[in-house]
């Protein structure tokens, strides 16, 4: 049974940072594609970020290139989500997906195209 499950969210105030972890069981090796996924209230899921196996390629929404940097260590099958200047409109439930064969970049931003999820974490940012 494959599983991911995130870690490091929280109650934050604007400007500070937060480092998202994501640690995949049940595979025999780091999926190839793993990504970051955000649902803010009462809004539809919305692709963040992605990383493919040993960090050859990495992609962001562009409203958070800048701020947010994803990251992996496929030794732990692990994949990171640092958060920097974190502002209200960043709070939601971000959500890890990965997915065990490669994915053209187009796909990636696709929450459809995914083979398997984590539970999500809430990460609120207020003052």
């Known amino acids: 049974q494959v599983s991911l499950v995130e870690s490091g969210g929280g109650l934050v105030q604007p400007g500070d940072s937060l480092r998202l972890s994501c640690t995949a069981s049940?595979?025999?090796?780091?999926?190839?594609?793993m990504s970051w996924f955000r649902q803010p209230p009462g809004k539809e899921r919305e692709f963040v970020a992605t990383?493919?196996?040993?960090?050859?390629?990495?992609s962001y929404a562009n409203s958070l290139k800048g701020r947010f940097t994803i990251s992996r260590e496929d030794a732990k099958k692990t994949v990171y989500l640092q958060m920097n200047n974190l502002k209200p409109e960043d709070t939601a439930v971000y959500y890890c997906?990965?997915?065990?064969?490669?994915?053209?970049?187009?796909?990636?931003?696709?929450?459809?195209?995914?083979?398997?999820w984590g539970q999500g974490i809430q990460v609120t940012v207020s003052s």
């Open positions: 997906a990965a997915n065990r064969n490669s994915l053209i970049l187009s796909e990636t931003w696709n929450r459809n195209a995914y083979d398997y």
């Open positions: 049940g595979v025999t090796s780091s999926p190839y594609v």
């Open positions: 990383t493919s196996r040993g960090g050859l390629r990495t």
